[in-house]
């Protein structure tokens, strides 16, 4: 959603009034404003949520803009944009349109983002699925009004185009040409030669001015290396669906291996739902319609939405992409609508990003799927920062993110296509970031005994042959003229989640993917329909918009957003290892090993090649509710103020709840202390469980200086940290009354 730049300039004068009522809201954190099918709870019981926290964005930009005074934003250079491909510099007039300037949240924003997040996660909490607006998200956890006026009329005095404000201004997009974008961000954009394939890129990381250090990440991005499309090439299927050495998945074989028919016949089967879709190329309903008709589908066709000039179809891979991520989300979520948002890639920008933003910041659908990919590295610290944030985003706001793993195997930095890996383990930054729920890929372990899985005829009308389900092992075909094997490892970037914890998961620190997968090899591949010809495909590509189609399923059934469905996947996994429903399929053989490169085995419950494993749907489905609360904990707050006297003391009570079996010690330290003012906190530390009361005591010397000062104190467990902002004024004593 557009944010038009006359707001920006409209008076900021707000009668008294409405600033107290405002005043009131924001601290009370009431001023929501949810639709009404989700209001919050008008009077939460726990103390402790009453006083959840809230960053109000701050004016960060406060000296003067000197494009002479600059610094540089590192990590914003392509891996590959090296001196030896170098070939020229590009023309001046070289077009460069649709850029993001990502913007970033201040500490306290981001602290307090973490803890709005958990709370609605928390089945306990009065916050649980209480989800933001774009608009509500910007004004709480976006930069400031007045910041983003100053980045855009910024941008504006270089030539440039601004575009869009993003709703929750996160972002900017605007178009310039490499001339401008050379003298605004003090880089050079030049044309690189590697192998066969020309592109063009900075030559060095750009620079900002000064100012603008604390509110922009960098630019997503100045250069056109694009994500890779996360599928095995389309090739003709036998005449036979059941004929050969490989079997294929149609729609109804789908729905018996992973036990949906059970929800098709309750008609829970993604009506009144949708999905959204990411793509860069368009696509022919025809063969939607062909694919439907074919295999026995209702009619449904995908509501297609271009995000600004329509690209068309312009290469086959690309176009096989859109085609099985919008045949197959429709194939699982029969019923569901599936929104299509395609845009066109420029010079500078990926048309898979731009369509992710559009679907985020319309706040388009409860699930969405991106079938793209590009590991960690290669996206530079502006394009993780973007993911990553857009995902936060896309959260707070209810949206359930499925991205593919990948299908280089451990090798997440290499093509696909390579016959042996180059770099070292990386995985697909899109789907690492802790927000999104990233899907690995399963391969079907049904050679040895097929026709006890697969019946020597296609059934009339769905042609379908799937007995049952199928037992499973990690997909890996890399010895078929590439790497070809599912993605997967350690991320070099994020802590590790709290609710990624259970059976199997990695004691690392670290963010381990995937999270859960389906099938995707190329043995007992996807069919499809393409240019008006049925293809099978393989690929996390199916994986990742077919899990996006159950979770509509999930979305019927209990009447609600879910936002991250992690936090309900690794809970349900949990009860599932103590007895509960067996809703995934545990894979325990095969590895994500490929040419050149080691790497991870399946194993009992969580792994790093299949993560939880795949589905059973119905189940799934069904036992959702059993979900219970994230391991955490709460600190509040007796007060957020506190005033004491130079040369006296002052204290305050902080408090900790603990949830869904939370079992650690909580310690408490205190930051932004003025000069004279010193804090104890009786105890220092809640043994485990964590839960409990502390005194946090401050004390002034006759010399502490006059003033009213924020500072935060912290409950930290692990890696787990909970900020509480304080607001401390320090009083100078009365002086005497001389005679």
Known sequence: MSYPLATFMRSRAIPFLVVTTLFVLVFGFLALDPPASAQLAPNPPTPFFTQLPFAEPQDRITSFIDDEQTVTLPGNRHPLALPQYDARAVSPDYPMDRMLLTLLPDDAQQAALAQLLDAQHNPESPYYHQWLTPEQYGDRFGVSEDDAAQVTAWLQTHGMTVEEVTAGRGSIVFSGTADQVESAFHTQIHTYRIGNEVHHANASDPAIPAAFAQVVGGVVSLHDFRSATMHTGARLPAPDYT???????????????????????????????????????????????????????????????????????????????????????????????????????????????????????HNLAPVMSMSFGQCEAALGSSGNSFINSLWQQAAAQGMTVFVSSGDSGAAGCDSASTSRATHARGVNGLCSSPYSVCVGGTKFNDASNPSLYWSPSNASGTQSSALSYIPEVVWNESSSGGLWARGGGVSTLYAKPSWQTGTGVPADGKRDVPDVSLSAAGHDGYLMYQSGGLYVVGG????????????????????????????????????????????????????????????????????????????????????????????????????????????????????????????????????????????????????????????????????????????????????????????????????????
């Open 243 to 361: 004929s050969g050495g490989s079997y294929y998945l149609a729609p109804a074989d789908f729905a018996t291996i992973y036990d949906l028919a059970p929800l098709y016949q309750q008609s829970i089967n993604g009506s009144g739902q949708s999905v959204a879709i990411v793509a860069r190329s368009n696509i022919n309903i025809a063969d939607v319609r062909q694919f439907r008709t074919s295999f026995d589908l209702p009619a449904n066709d995908p509501q297609i939405i271009v995000n600004g000039t329509d690209p068309g179809i312009f290469s086959s891979g690309e176009e096989t992409e859109a085609d099985l991520d919008v045949e197959w989300s429709g194939a699982v979520g029969r019923s569901a609508s599936i929104k299509f948002v395609v845009s066109k890639s420029t010079n500078s920008s990926d048309g898979s990003y731009l369509s992710a933003q559009y679907i985020v910041g």
């Open 540 to 739: 996390t590509s199916a994986s990742s918009p077919s899990f996006a189609g159950a979770m509509a399923l999930v979305i019927q059934h209990t009447g609600a957003r879910q936002g991250n469905a992690n936090t309900a996947f690794y809970s349900l996994a949990s009860k599932q290892r103590a007895g509960g429903a067996s809703v995934f399929h545990d894979i325990t053989s095969g590895n994500n090993s490929v040419p050149g490169l080691t790497g991870f085995g399946a194993t009992t419950g969580y792994d790093q090649a299949t993560g939880l494993g795949s589905i059973d749907a119905s189940v799934l489905v069904s036992h959702w509710s059993d979900a219970t609360a994230t391991p955490s904990f709460h600190a509040s707050a007796s007060s957020t103020s506190l005033s004491v006297t130079a040369g006296s003391n002052g204290s305050l009570s902080l408090n900790v709840a603990v949830s869904g079996a939370f079992n650690a010690a909580v310690a408490f330290s205190v930051t932004g202390l003025p000069s004279g003012i010193s804090a104890t906190f009786t105890p220092a530390t809640l043994p485990a469980p964590g839960s409990g009361a502390s005194t946090l005591k401050l004390t002034a010397t006759s010399l502490a200086k006059a003033g009213t000062y924020s500072v935060t104190v912290s409950a930290t467990s692990g890696t787990t940290k909970q900020p509480i902002g304080l607001s401390i004024t320090c009083v100078s004593p009365r002086a005497p009354i001389r005679p």
